[in-house]
């Protein structure tokens, strides 16, 4: 177990729709990040926050943002969802925000768009 | 843009057996890398990282071999076990002050009792 606890694990929802992923970061973890997992382009970063603060983006697309809030949880919300969507989410969080910092991941939502 | 990718999609060996996994990068600035071992339904578990002022890393019978010159990344597994059987990735982030990483496409590891 990570701590980084991700709800729902499973998530099925129609074309057009709006859904809202939920991240708990580790007791004491500051950044959060999120990453979409699609079988055709692998793991892909979406969007960091730190402390509550956007830190970088990645290839996120406008359809979708996300927050974090001040007892550090996060939340990705997707809007007008598309069959191309369906993936798992992944998000993972760090003490602070630096490139020797080891992120611990959540065990993701799997998003399923029909 | 640029790219992690990984020369081999599928690796079987027998337990007991070493495994090396391969990963080419084509950013030259990355100097930061990691690996990271998923199993089916679970979320990436950082197995070893290394920095880019190093050739070599240890840790528990793992071992990661950073080639600058190639931009060439491998991770070595001495006496892989079945429970190593899992989707490896190589990531790469690129200085600064944010843990952007660029993952590979991953790397399945069978391992045959």
Not at chain 2, 85 to 106: D, H, M, R
Request: aromatic share 10%; net charge neutral; with cysteine.
């Amino acid at each position: 177990d990570s701590g980084v606890t991700q709800t729902p694990k499973h998530l099925i929802t129609a074309t057009g729709q709006r859904v809202t992923l939920r991240c708990s970061p580790r007791s004491g973890d500051l950044s959060v990040y999120w990453y979409q997992q699609s079988l055709d382009q692998g793991l892909q970063f979406l969007i960091q926050y730190y402390n509550g603060e956007e830190r970088a983006k990645g290839n996120i697309l406008e359809r979708f943002s996300a927050q974090q809030f001040p007892d550090l949880h996060s939340e990705l919300n997707l809007s007008s969802l598309e069959l191309g969507d369906s993936a798992l989410y992944f998000c993972a969080s760090a003490r602070r925000t630096g490139p020797d910092t080891e992120a611990f991941f959540g065990q993701g939502t799997r998003l399923t768009v029909v | 843009g640029e790219s992690v990718g990984l020369h081999l999609p599928t690796l079987s060996v027998q337990e007991g057996d070493n495994s090396i996994i391969n990963c080419a990068y084509s950013n030259s600035a990355s100097d930061y890398f990691i690996w990271y071992k998923q199993e089916s339904g679970k979320g990436p578990q950082f197995i070893i990282d290394i920095r880019s002022n190093m050739d070599k890393r240890q840790g528990q019978r793992v071992t990661v071999l950073l080639n600058k010159t190639v931009k060439h990344l491998s991770l070595q597994i001495a006496a892989t076990q079945p429970g190593d059987s899992a989707v490896y990735f190589c990531a790469e982030n690129i200085g600064g002050s944010n843990y952007k990483l660029t993952f590979g496409k991953g790397t399945l590891l069978t391992v045959n009792p």
